[in-house]
T-cell receptor, first 115, second 114 residues
Framework: DTAVSQTPKYLVTQMGNDKSIKCEQN?????MYWYKQDSKKFLKIMFS???????INETVPNRFSPKSPDKAHLNLHINSLELGDSAVYFC??????????????FGSGTRLTVV | GDSVTQMEGPVTLSEEAFLTINCTYT??????LFWYVQYPGEGLQLLLK?????DKGSNKGFEATYRKETTSFHLEKGSVQVSDSAVYFC?????????????FGAGTQVVVTP
């Protein structure tokens, strides 16, 4: 049973389109995250939600909008896609955000290609 | 701000060789330290962790010791296998950051040849 699942796994779309990536965790964790991994494998946090409340919002274009309908789900909607948005997007969750001692559980990623 | 620096890759070595990946950090307080591994086409998996100075994390033959005096958390394995080929990420979580945000290093690709 997958702990953190993302859909779709691959997404190819044209510039200017709007797309969404979905994430669900069945671990009972309170906190969820979106990370972006670029072509050089560098990981950068984008957003984090704790019990449906936005707690981390890094410098990300406002074309990116996260949405958390409940603490088990964190979706990412991207408007007006650009070539530079091509990357792998990872969802993650954690139980103890206050100390971070347990680390995160990551999903398998969504490879977004904008053409 | 907090940061993690790890050695650049790729690191290429033969099966059964000794592996070391250097990682140093900068943090305000006393962070928890982690190593994550990413196999080709997969997400990140927690490999090991240490939450206080002098702690040693270990898993699957890999080890790393939290060295506060040198602000380091170097990853080692005595005898690597082809299946260890992956990208390895050092990361920290700073307790002064109440939300436990994980800060990653740039990743080090390891290639093990038969």
């Amino acid at each position: 049973d997958t702990a953190v699942s993302q859909t779709p796994k691959y997404l190819v779309t044209q510039m200017g389109n709007d797309k969404s990536i979905k994430c669900e965790q069945n671990l009972g964790h309170d906190t969820m995250y979106w990370y972006k991994q670029d072509s050089k494998k560098f990981l950068k946090i984008m957003f984090s939600y704790n019990n449906k409340e936005l707690i981390i919002n890094e410098t990300v274009p406002n074309r990116f909008s996260p949405k958390s309908p409940d603490k088990a789900h964190l979706n990412l909607h991207i408007n007006s896609l650009e070539l530079g948005d091509s990357a792998v997007y990872f969802c993650a969750s954690s139980q103890n955000p206050g100390q971070g001692v347990n680390g995160y559980t990551f999903g398998s990623g969504t490879r977004l290609t904008v053409v | 701000g907090d940061s993690v620096t790890q050695m650049e890759g790729p690191v290429t070595l033969s099966e059964e060789a000794f592996l070391t990946i250097n990682c140093t950090y900068t943090a305000t307080g006393y962070p928890s330290l982690f190593w994550y591994v990413q196999y080709p086409g997969e997400g990140l998996q927690l490999l090991l962790k240490a939450t206080k100075a002098d702690d040693k994390g270990s898993n699957k033959g890999f080890e790393a010791t939290y060295r506060k005096e040198t602000t380091s958390f170097h990853l080692e394995k005595g005898s690597v296998q082809v299946s260890d080929s992956a990208v390895y990420f050092c990361a920290l979580s700073d307790p002064w950051d109440s939300w436990g945000k994980l800060q990653f290093g740039a990743g080090t690709q390891v290639v093990v040849t038969p």
